[in-house]
């Protein structure tokens, strides 16, 4: 089975920079994918780490390692459209299939 | 670009009526998925499927079926509702390559009474 683990919450101010981990536990692993939701909205997609290291795209960045089962969303210069729910997502096998951690819900405050 | 469209966005049921969620991609995937999501949690999944005619179950599959007969619709199907089965379903869709990512329909809000 799979089983990921992230925070529930994190609350940060405008301007700041946040961390939200992600554990997991899986059978098997291809890579993890980060995942943007605004309440009553679709996820979008924001990252994908396949191999060790850290990926950058604008003010998010992603790092995974793979021999520790952990990874990473780093969002820099918090801005107040940035509050949302953020999940990790675990690709399993090559059928592209993903598991999702429960999210964590970013609150920026002024 | 539609990209993915779910529908009905809304829909209330009554227990052990049936209905079918429709989703329609535009972007020529050939992985599609459905997920439901419950309040506070993360995306469950319930079927997925590789290609044109091919399904498989994911997750949390019973009490759903779904069909794949043309490769941009992907049908999920609630033969006899329960209350447990009220939800947000997204559907979702990707290319092969491990690195793309889903993209997703708006959601269909659905509660059984």
């Known amino acids: 089975g799979q089983s990921l683990e992230q925070p529930s919450e994190v609350t940060a101010v405008e301007g700041a920079i946040v961390q939200i981990n992600c554990t997991y536990q899986?059978?098997?692993?291809?890579?993890l994918s980060w995942y943007q939701q605004h309440d009553g909205g679709a996820p979008t997609f924001l990252s994908y780490?396949?191999?060790?290291g850290l990926e950058e795209t604008g003010r998010f960045s992603s790092f995974l390692s793979r021999s520790d089962s952990y990874g990473y969303l780093l969002l820099q210069e918090l801005q107040m459209k940035d509050s949302a729910s953020y999940f990790c997502?675990?690709?399993?096998?090559?059928?592209?299939?993903?598991?999702f951690g429960d999210g964590t819900t970013l609150t920026v405050k002024p | 670009n539609a990209g993915v469209t779910q529908t009905p966005k809304f829909r209330v049921l009554k227990t052990g009526q049936s209905m079918t969620l429709l989703c329609a991609q535009d972007m020529n995937h050939e992985y599609m998925y459905w997920y439901r999501q419950d309040p506070g949690m993360g995306l469950r999944l319930i079927h997925y499927?590789?290609?044109?005619?091919?399904?498989a179950k994911g997750e949390v599959p019973d009490g759903y079926n779904v069909s794949r007969l043309k490769k941009q619709n992907f049908l999920l199907g609630l033969e006899s509702a329960a209350p447990s089965q009220t939800s947000v379903y997204f559907c979702?869709?990707?290319?092969?390559?491990?690195?793309?990512?889903?993209?997703f329909g708006s959601g269909t809000r659905l509660t059984v009474v």
């Open positions: 499927s590789v290609g044109e005619g091919t399904t």
């Open positions: 979702a869709s990707s290319y092969p390559k491990t690195g793309d990512g889903y993209t």
């Open positions: 780490n396949g191999l060790d």
């Open positions: 997502a675990v690709k399993d096998t090559n059928a592209g299939k993903s598991t």
């Open positions: 899986t059978s098997g692993f291809y890579g």
